[in-house]
């Protein structure tokens, strides 16, 4: 399996702009995790999905970000309007039904710029 | 309450020495605590984990120490490596708390 693949890897754009980051989770893991990693906040949960259905978006910061997970294979987490202080590496990450939290698999991330 | 304190926030140590990162927390229904470890550029990835009925888990030279009555759990890293630069991130969950709480990060850097 090639693990949890995410697009883009890297993501420059402008204030104001709506971005779209995506994520494969690796194939038959039930959960689908989104977070974002700063230097000042460390790793935060912001959304997890289960069977395509998303359980907890408790940490989602702000109406301007959204998640979807329209198919087991797929996942967008969309950001709009984009602002600066958004800038963050944003990882996504799936496990099995079976063993939920106790092994995340994560991708390689997503590093966001907005100017 | 749920979150982990996790110290220091970077570590230097020289090739051959000893590792240590320390993580605390309050929340006592914790009851599974993993360590991740992230290269630059990179998702962390599962490193080695205990569960509070043991006090020490090792695996290679790596080892998690558990103290349950001061709620402290640490990573050791035994004759470090410069191939062992990495952040280290400690977690904790339980059973039916479906997420993950991890600590801020340490940054290690081994001098070769």
């Known amino acids: 399996d090639a693990g949890v693949i995410q697009s883009p890897r890297h993501e420059v754009t402008e204030m104001g702009q709506e971005v779209t980051l995506r994520c494969k989770p690796i194939?038959?893991?039930?959960?689908l995790f989104w977070y974002r990693q700063t230097m000042m906040r460390g790793l935060e949960l912001l959304i997890y999905f289960n069977n395509n259905v998303p359980i907890d978006d408790s940490g989602m910061p702000e109406d301007r970000f959204s998640a979807k997970m329209p198919n087991a294979s797929f996942s967008t987490l969309k950001i709009q309007p984009s602002e600066p202080r958004d800038s963050a590496v944003y990882f996504c990450?799936?496990?099995?039904?079976?063993?939920?939290?106790?092994?995340?698999?994560f991708g390689s991330g997503t590093q966001l710029s907005v100017l | 309450q749920q979150q982990v304190k996790q110290s220091p926030q970077s570590l230097i140590v020289q090739k051959g020495g000893i590792s240590i990162i320390n993580c605390a927390y309050e929340?006592?229904?914790?009851?599974?605590f993993p360590w991740y470890q992230q290269f630059p550029g990179k998702g962390p990835a599962l490193l080695i984990a205990?569960?509070?009925?043991?006090s020490e888990k090792k695996e290679g030279r790596f080892t998690i120490s558990f103290n349950k009555s001061a709620k402290q759990f640490s990573l050791h890293i035994m004759d470090s490596q410069p191939g062992d630069s990495a952040t280290y991130f400690c977690a904790a969950t339980w059973g039916g708390f479906q997420k993950l709480v991890f600590g801020t990060g340490t940054r290690l850097l081994v001098s070769p």
């Open positions: 990450a799936s496990s099995e039904r079976v063993s939920l939290a106790e092994k995340l698999f």
């Open positions: 929340n006592t229904a914790f009851d599974y």
């Open positions: 194939s038959g893991h039930d959960y």
């Open positions: 205990i569960r509070p009925d043991v």
